[in-house]
C-alpha cells in the first residue's frame, strides 16, 4: 500500500527540539521530492521545508536556522530536525511527496500526503 506515515510528533517546552520522522512506501519516482508542511487550528496550510531527490533542500524564512530536513534515501525515510521550538510553531506537520516534475514549494499541493503528527509547544 502507497503511504506516508509521520512519527516523533509530541508536546515540548519553548526552545527544547523534536525530529519527525517520515516512513514512504512509495516508489522512487513517487518520492522524488519530499517535504513538509504544518497546518494550525483555524489556519491555512504553511510551507515548512522540501528536499529533493540529489539533497537540495529549500526552507520557509520562519524556520530558517532552526529547522533541518534530511533524507535516507536506503531507509525510504524523511527526517524534519527541529530546534529551538517557538509557541507559534504548534501545527500538525504533514509529510509530503510526489515527482519533481510536479513538485510545488514545499508540496503543498503534493499528491502523496500522510496522516500528520501534533507538535505542540508551551511555554
Known amino acids: 500500500q502507497e503511504q506516508l506515515v509521520e512519527s516523533g510528533g509530541g508536546s515540548v517546552q519553548a526552545g527544547g527540539s523534536l525530529r519527525l520522522s517520515c516512513a514512504a512506501s512509495?516508489?522512487?519516482?513517487?518520492?522524488?521530492?519530499m517535504g513538509w508542511f504544518r497546518q494550525a487550528p483555524g489556519k491555512g496550510r504553511e510551507g515548512v521545508a522540501d528536499?529533493?531527490?540529489?539533497?537540495?533542500?529549500t526552507y520557509a524564512d520562519y524556520v530558517k536556522g532552526r529547522f533541518t530536513i534530511s533524507r535516507d534515501n536506503t531507509r525510504n525515510t524523511l527526517y524534519l530536525q527541529m530546534n529551538s521550538l517557538e509557541l507559534a510553531d504548534t501545527a500538525m506537520y504533514y509529510c509530503?511527496?510526489?515527482?519533481?516534475?510536479?513538485?510545488?514549494?514545499?508540496?503543498?499541493?503534493?499528491?502523496?500526503r500522510g496522516q500528520g503528527t501534533q507538535v505542540t509547544v508551551s511555554s
Open positions: 509530503v511527496a510526489d515527482r519533481c516534475w510536479d513538485w510545488t514549494l514545499f508540496g503543498l499541493s503534493a499528491r502523496y
Open positions: 512509495l516508489s522512487t519516482d513517487r518520492r522524488e521530492c
Open positions: 528536499i529533493n531527490r540529489n539533497g537540495g533542500t
